[in-house]
């Protein structure tokens, strides 16, 4: 007997036939490096321009794609493996580079690489996001611990992390120095904010052990996950973001635009789907040939999406434009779970030659790089 969860082909074409009223949809592939196997693009600037990583022969390499090409960014002297996880509105790229077994922070700037450095005894940091004014914000390991940290004007800061807990990791952070993240113990993660030095507990009291902060808007809105879901907190409430149905499984939001577009992922049965939440409704972003899974991982002010789509053979990263199709999945016609069963038996055969692999685990949906 075949799984529901089994069989991501079936998943996908009920989500197509319920959308065959509305023009097909339709993504642009990045692609990746030559020879490359898997990409993601991880975020983009107002400009357009898309930074992340594209893998070689099993290796990492931070990339930047730009009017229409691909741009290997390089590493460090003696560099192994590198990424980029976040790029600014003056081209200002940062990421991680990794040399002889210690991951180093990075930024890119007018064509030169610079480490920037982790807190005294770090044996790894990495540098997730950048403003518009420069400043960056990440992670530092030190004895075994994370620690959130900026680096701003030369010098590097400890976040911190709240009381009981034993670390921290900064995600995002906007224009006005507002950084976001997670504190976590070893049993329970928070969503948390800095803010003029102060560092405030979003999760609040609730008793749910899994919430996480992934990005912040110039209006200070936050997004991430709150109790499995995706999330916004605005104004000192939170509110959690339907995922798709039938199954209303777990979602979680990546990015969010000043003009308050949210973008994420939902699960149905299994199947990851990028998604987009537009004044608290749910819409999903397609992909283009043979995809199934994908995340919409970064969002610009003129509504351009990046991410990446999940193929037979790789993963490739991929920009979604506003005006590529967008489902509403809220109003798709989910079958009769008798519709369900006649769609196994009658696709029983391609589920097996369609199954489909997860990401890598190196390009999993945090952006968190290995280390």
Not at 10 to 37: E, I
Not at 46 to 67: D, L, P, T
Not at 127 to 139: E, H, S
């Amino acid at each position: 007997m075949l799984h529901f969860k089994a069989s991501k082909l079936a998943v996908f074409a009920a989500v197509c036939a319920a959308s065959a009223s509305s023009p097909a949809f339709a993504a642009t592939d990045l692609g990746g490096l030559p020879g490359s196997t898997s990409s993601v693009a991880q975020a983009i600037n107002n400009a357009g321009q898309v930074v992340g990583v594209s893998a070689v022969g099993g290796v990492g390499y931070a990339v930047e794609w730009s009017n229409g090409s691909i741009i290997n960014l390089g590493g460090l002297p003696g560099s192994t493996s590198s990424s980029a996880g976040g790029i600014n509105d003056a081209g200002q790229v940062v990421g991680s580079s990794r040399v002889g077994g210690v991951t180093y922070p990075v930024e890119w700037s007018n064509g030169a690489i610079s480490n920037l450095g982790g807190l005294p005894g770090s044996t790894n940091s990495v540098a997730q996001a950048i403003n518009d004014a420069g400043q960056v914000v990440g992670y530092s390991l030190v004895g075994g611990l994370y620690y959130a940290v900026e680096w701003s004007n030369g010098s590097i800061i400890n976040l911190g992390f709240l009381p009981g807990d034993t670390g921290s990791i900064a995600e995002g952070i906007n224009d006005a120095g507002q950084v976001v993240g997670l504190s976590f113990g070893s049993e329970t993660a928070s969503a948390v904010e800095w803010n003029n030095g102060a560092i405030i507990n979003l999760s609040g009291l609730t008793g749910d052990s899994d919430n996480r902060a992934q990005g912040i808007n110039d209006a200070g809105q936050v997004v991430g996950q709150y109790g499995g879901s995706a999330a916004v907190w605005s104004n000192g409430s939170v509110t959690s973001f339907p995922s798709p149905p039938p199954t209303g499984g777990p979602g979680e939001a990546f990015d969010i635009n000043d003009a308050g577009v949210v973008v994420g992922t939902g699960d149905i049965y299994g199947v990851l789907l990028a998604t987009e939440w537009i004044n608290g409704a749910l819409y999903v972003f397609g992909g283009s040939g043979e995809v199934i899974d994908r995340e919409a991982l970064g969002i610009n002010e003129a509504g351009q999406v990046v991410g990446w789509a999940d193929y037979s053979d790789h993963t490739n990263a991929i920009l979604w434009n506003q005006n590529d199709l967008i489902v509403p999945t809220l109003t798709l016609s989910v079958p009769e779970p008798s519709t369900w069963a006649l769609m196994l038996l009658g696709l029983a055969g391609l589920a097996y030659a369609g199954y489909r692999r997860s990401p890598p685990s190196s390009f999993a949906s945090l952006r968190i790089t290995s280390l």
